[in-house]
């Protein structure tokens, strides 16, 4: 068993959550995150400003609250047998891309049990 988790944009939750169930996997969880990617403050707007630059053009003040700020995401989880990884990575990416940053990202991790407290059932039986 492996845990699909997928940060993906807030506006492509619904056509995610569609998506996956067209594929045959219903389960899922789904919670608010913030959280920022790779994209950096370009330091030498930065310089420019304390040289004297102008502080309110839009490219400048974009550049520097970039870097820092948290943009609301929502993130994914799905417990899926090995051999269905594939397809729902597949499925996911195939929604959520659109070529831009902020797409996204796709972790999979190894589960080593799970168990449904209804009736104790184990393994993969319990997924």
Do not use: W
């Not at 707007?45 to 820092?68: C, N, T």
């Amino acid at each position: 068993m492996k845990e699909v988790m997928a940060v993906i944009r807030m506006n492509k939750v619904n056509q995610t959550k569609e998506g996956l169930a067209k594929e045959g996997f219903f389960s899922l969880n789904c919670r608010k995150v913030l959280g920022r990617g790779k994209k950096k403050v370009n330091y030498e707007l930065i310089q420019d400003i304390i040289s004297g630059g102008d502080v309110s053009s839009p490219a400048v003040a974009e550049s520097l609250s970039e870097g820092h700020r948290l943009i609301p995401k929502r993130l994914i989880s799905m417990i899926v047998k090995d051999a269905d990884v594939k397809k729902v990575v597949d499925a996911i990416i195939d929604i959520n891309k659109t070529g831009h940053a902020g797409d996204g990202k796709i972790f999979v991790m190894p589960v080593f049990d799970s168990v449904r407290v209804r009736t104790g059932e184990n393994g993969e039986e319990a997924i």
